[in-house]
């Protein structure tokens, strides 16, 4: 296929070639998760020297739009199909039925933990003395997106109606009354993890994105940890920063 020279544009090379990969991308020329050509074949396709062709593709992978591998070469990151503003607390049930998806849930167990030192400071003031702990799978038209591990002071929700919850939230605010008016969220992206990674059918160099969220009633008291690990290749977020 015949691009159109980019010597005609005016901007700086790489930005051009920036985007002309990114259409390229959208037009199904370079398919998600496979492979992009050469440098040298690209470079030569593309009518700019290999630097340039280097520079664009750093920035390409600053983007999150390709990775590259060393001596392996240079892959298309498969979008994210599920987005949502961090800032907002959506249920994960939300953002795949915002998607045109069909949420659904794969409990994986229940039990009363003791609670780690970790556990303890945060769930501070309040006083731990055991957790429900449950784990759940979250899938969007029946394949495992999100892992959930969510931790509940027991005297707030006894385990078996833990167990029967479709939604943690509800039962908070059905059962314990606990109406949940903010949380605290702690992001970090983790490399794959030997259980997690295998149960959301992950490939060994994809990445998870950790969410770690305290959860607070109206009286700002510590109600519920929840640790989600989403696919990174599934979803995004974003958040909106407001100048103060």
Known sequence: MKHMSIRQDTRHLYLQVIDQIKRDIENGIHR?????????????TLGVSRATLREALRILEEENVVTRRHGV????????????????????????????????????SAEL????EDDRLRF?????HKLA??????????????????????HLIPLEKVR?????????????????????THIEPIGYHDRISSILNCDPEQSLLLLKQMHY????EPVLLSSNYFRADKFSFH?????V
């Open 32 to 44: 998600e998760k496979e492979k992009l050509p050469s440098e040298f074949e690209l470079s030569k």
């Open 73 to 108: 070469g240079t892959f298309v990151n498969p979008k994210p199909v599920f987005s949502s503003g961090i800032e907002e607390l959506n249920s994960v049930t939300s953002m795949i039925e915002k998607s045109g998806m069909e949420p659904g849930v794969q409990y994986l």
């Open 113 to 116: 933990i003791e609670p780690t």
């Open 124 to 128: 501070e003031p309040t006083l731990i």
């Open 133 to 154: 702990k449950v784990e759940r799978v979250r899938t969007a038209d029946n394949l495992p997106v999100v892992f959930c591990i969510d931790k509940i002071p027991e």
């Open 164 to 184: 029967e919850a479709d939604s943690i939230f509800n039962t908070m605010e059905n059962y314990a009354s606990q109406r949940i008016s903010y949380a605290v």
């Open 217 to 220: 009633n109206l009286d700002d």
């Open 239 to 243: 958040v909106l920063r407001k100048r």
